[in-house]
């Protein structure tokens, strides 16, 4: 390991280790599809260190986790639809390797009980937009953007603020 993941933060060289060392795992039991589907993850997180000019975060690794299971999982789509289940099943064992690695994310309950802090805190004058991206930088400020479904958040905030305006 070199030095410059030592200065990370502990959770992305905890994320890291636990790529690295499930690739050694998975080459020592001679699992093929889970040691290629791990060296194609750390193949991106280290690209995304080389273009960030430094290690990256465990919630870029994160993020490039959850980027590459949709990826598998949409290519499985696209396989059966080809009438290809072979390859479609390879896909869904890649995304299940990648599941294992990926943090849970905020329940939506959770979602609603911050969105609810950030509306009572903002102030809700002026141009819809403006107050959704108020609210949206408020909620990651409070939130790690990796640990929720941004599209479940942008539903339920939109909903809240109709329901705060009417």
């Given amino acids: 390991m070199s030095r410059a993941l030592s200065a990370t933060s502990g959770i992305a060289i905890d994320i890291r280790q636990q790529l690295l060392s499930g690739v ?14 791990l060296r194609s993850i750390l193949s991106e997180v280290y690209a995304a260190d080389k273009s960030a000019g430094s290690p990256v975060s465990s919630s870029a690794i994160t993020a490039i986790l ?13 396989f059966v639809n080809a009438s290809r289940p072979d390859l479609a099943q390879k896909e869904h064992r890649e995304a299940d390797v990648l599941a294992a690695y990926l943090p849970p ?6 979602i ?3 969105l609810n802090e950030v509306i009572t805190e ?27 479904d941004t599209n479940i958040v942008k539903r339920k905030a939109e909903a809240l603020l109709m329901n705060v305006s009417n």
């Fill in 24 to 37: 050694k795992t998975a080459m020592k039991t001679k699992d093929s599809v889970t040691s290629t589907t």
């Fill in 66 to 78: 959850r980027r590459a299971a949709l990826r598998r999982h949409d290519s499985a789509i696209q």
């Fill in 105 to 110: 994310l905020m329940s939506e309950t959770e």
């Fill in 112 to 114: 609603d009980r911050v």
């Fill in 122 to 148: 903002t102030t809700l004058d002026g141009d819809s937009r403006k107050i959704l991206g108020q609210v949206y930088k408020t909620f990651y400020s409070k939130v790690d953007k990796s640990t929720v």
